[in-house]
């Protein structure tokens, strides 16, 4: 079955968008049993729970209209078939492709039918059962809203003929259309955040990974020009110990420093995963960027920070892009590093008079100055809002 495309370009379909992602969240669980109960599964049950009080009423009519106990009896067990297949309907329609999702859609509409001989036209309620189910699958909108308008129109049609065009024509229409849009509002919405959340996974292991490598190179460059070096010093010391010793004896002290100050970058090293650096945090602020809907210009190194000052000017950047993103409106925003100033500015909307007694400023105030920098917040060049720090 070919992809969907819904109207803003989104797959859709089977393989790929929202209904994909909420798909793949349910068959994560693995088999049909497991997929019928799991965390996602039980925020529905609960929900549809709750709207199945409305068929209590419908079985009091239903019971009220036979003509015997035998037929009381089968009309109540219809019901209480038709509730169980709401309940599992969404739940199922999740594991199947579009086609198989349309089938269970059908089903339901179809079983309505089997209270008929009970309820006639009445058994229009039932569709908001249908309805709810139609929004839950997940199914492209020019799909969803004209089906939902549909059987509003289709209620509203059945109360007009058979019980006349009053006022009271149009609430069951009303409460399907409504419910029923609602219900695929949520469905989407969580169909959304289920993709979000597989996309910050994603992101978070390809950190991860990218991380390890810096890491690895780091390290084989710490360690392949300090052995290389020290291996050389070695042997000069070696070939020196009878024909110089003091010149051997200045190799080796040599020697020994060079391997000092190897381990102390390895421990380096080690220390910059564990703790905020400013190469991590360039990487964590394209991304809130990015997702803030934030055009993001960001040095492409940060070899013009000294070493010693990196984790302060990660600090700097990690409170800086958080302040745009909460609460600046920019459409940009533009990070500056230097050997002894960082920056942050925007186009939003500009400081305001508390700004630069916030909590987070404050905090970062503190830190900066322990250091002995100095931190200043002001109107940038481009409009908005600007930290800069003086390192």
Not at 220 to 249: C, F, M, N, W, Y
Request: proline share 4%.
């Amino acid at each position: 079955m070919h992809a969907i495309r819904r109207d803003d370009g989104v797959d859709a379909g089977p393989q790929g968008g929202p209904a994909r992602r909420l798909e793949a969240t349910i068959r994560a669980t693995g088999p049909l049993p497991r997929a019928l109960w799991s965390r996602t599964t039980a925020g529905w049950y609960v929900g549809a729970g709750f709207a199945l009080v409305w068929l209590v009423s419908l079985t009091q009519e239903v019971i009220a209209q036979s003509p015997s106990t035998a037929a009381a009896t089968i009309g109540v067990t219809l019901v209480v078939a038709f509730a169980i297949a709401f309940l599992i309907s969404a739940p199922l329609a999740w594991t199947l492709a579009h086609r198989g999702r349309l089938a269970v859609c059908a089903v339901l509409f179809a079983l309505s039918f089997s209270l008929f001989p009970w309820l006639g036209w009445d058994i229009a309620p039932t569709w908001a059962y249908v309805g709810v189910t139609f929004g839950m699958c997940v199914f492209p909108w020019r799909w969803t809203w004209p089906t939902i308008l549909g059987l509003g129109v289709l209620a509203l049609v059945t109360d007009g003929v058979t019980g006349g065009w009053d006022e009271n024509v149009l609430w069951v229409p009303a409460v399907i259309v409504s419910i029923s849009l609602v219900m695929a509002s949520i469905a989407r919405t969580t169909a959304a955040m289920s993709q979000l959340r597989h996309a910050q996974k994603q992101l978070e292991a390809l950190a991860v990974e990218r991380e390890r490598g810096r890491v690895a190179r780091d390290i084989h460059d710490i360690l392949g020009h300090s052995l290389t070096v020290v291996t050389v010093k070695a042997e000069l010391a070696g070939r020196l110990v009878d024909v110089d010793p003091q010149r051997a004896k200045a190799e080796i002290a040599e020697i020994e420093s060079l391997a000092r100050g190897a381990l102390a970058d390895v421990r380096a090293t080690v220390a910059g995963v564990r703790t905020v650096n400013v190469s991590g945090e360039l990487a964590a602020a394209r991304a809130a960027l990015e997702a803030a809907g934030i055009a993001a210009e960001l040095p492409s190194s940060t070899d013009a920070v000294p070493p010693g000052r990196r984790e302060l000017a990660g600090w700097i950047v990690r409170e800086g892009v958080t302040n745009v993103v909460r609460h600046s409106g920019a459409s940009v925003c533009r990070v500056t590093l230097g050997t002894h100033e960082v920056e942050i500015a925007d186009d939003g909307v500009g400081p305001s008079d508390s700004a630069d007694g916030s909590t987070g400023l404050s905090g970062l105030r503190e830190r900066v100055e322990a250091a002995g920098g100095r931190l200043a917040v002001g109107r940038s060049d481009l409009g908005g809002f600007r930290l800069r720090v003086t390192l």
